[in-house]
């Protein structure tokens, strides 16, 4: 049911009193990046955490993204939907969320790695990379005297 006229701002502060809203897992969850930041440290132990098996609310996202901070590192991968792959202020702990073709949270993860297994090249991919590089090397060769660049 809409809001009567110039009720919006009660909307908007509705909005951001439930961004408060935690369930208090947000502690746990942190504790547990932690633990694994030691085990990397030490083993090189990748983890993974899904934040799916937990229940969330806005207000432990909020603090996980307050306590985490932004990192330096962004990449968006279009594949069977989207899925951002963002480092977080701490290295070594990066947010992994995918999301389905109309956009909406399919699953949302926390790994904590050096570099997430999600933007490593795949051993097939690389070596179809090559056989896709020097086919194009080859037909640069053959329009090009010499194989060398003209202007």
């Keep these: 049911m809409p809001l009567p006229h110039g009720h919006a701002g009660s909307a908007n502060a509705l909005e951001e009193l439930k961004s408060h809203i935690a369930t208090g897992n947000a502690r746990p969850v942190l504790t547990e990046v932690l633990a694994a930041l030691d085990r990397l440290l030490d083993s090189g132990e990748a983890t993974t955490i899904d934040l799916g098996a937990f229940p969330f609310g806005p207000g432990d996202e909020r603090l996980l993204d307050e306590l985490l901070g932004p990192g330096e590192v962004t990449a968006t991968i279009e594949a069977l939907g989207r899925s951002i792959v ?14 389905d073709e109309r956009g909406e949270t399919l699953s949302r993860f926390i790994e904590v790695t050096l570099i997430p297994d999600i933007l490593k090249t795949q051993q097939g991919d690389a070596a179809q990379g090559r056989a896709d590089l020097a086919e194009r090397l080859a037909a640069f060769d053959a329009r090009s005297p010499g194989g060398q660049a003209h202007d």
Excluded: M, Q
């Design 86 to 99: 963002a480092e977080t202020g701490v290295p070594g702990v990066w947010r992994i969320d995918h999301f």
